[in-house]
């Protein structure tokens, strides 16, 4: 199947920047991930994203599920399940692009949280 790619422009704009603060993710309760390097990805209308070091997440929490999607702009997408001390499954709660496309590529080897299912806090420096 031929992928469609599409480079940001004025009509649908990427940035990513340094956050430039300290990032902490808990699901149900628990730190999941803490760093100061995280990246703010904003793209076109979409609320900014932060992108987090694969490193700063802590690994026995995750498990990588068979889940892939696919974004013009972005490239292939890969997903995990967190599962916190207290069982709670977050299926598919986190994406990467493993291998994004080259306007984006600052973001390999980091990792997203959907806000609706995480609480990501970006502290005031």
Same mark, same amino acid.
């Given at each position: 199947m031929t992928r469609t790619i599409k480079i940001p422009d004025a009509t649908h704009p990427i940035t990513i920047r340094?956050? #430039?603060s300290r990032v902490?993710?808990?699901?149900g309760g628990t730190v999941v991930a803490e760093?100061?390097?995280?990246?703010?990805?904003?793209?076109?209308?979409?609320?900014?994203?932060?992108?987090?070091?694969?490193?700063?997440?802590?690994?026995?929490?995750?498990?990588r599920t068979t889940t892939q999607t696919y974004c013009p702009y972005k490239g292939d997408a890969?997903?995990?399940?967190?599962? $916190? $001390?207290? #069982?709670?499954?977050?299926?598919d709660v986190i994406w990467t692009y493993e291998h994004p496309y080259p306007s984006v590529a600052e973001i390999a080897g980091h990792v997203?949280?959907?806000p609706d299912r995480a609480d990501i806090t970006v502290h005031l420096a």
């Open positions: 340094p956050t #430039g902490t993710v808990r699901v760093t100061d390097n995280a990246l703010s990805l904003a793209e076109a209308s979409y609320p900014v994203a932060q992108y987090i070091p694969l490193t700063d997440v802590e690994q026995s929490l995750l498990e890969s997903y995990y399940t967190v599962t $916190p $001390p207290d #069982g709670s499954a977050q299926t997203a949280f959907y």
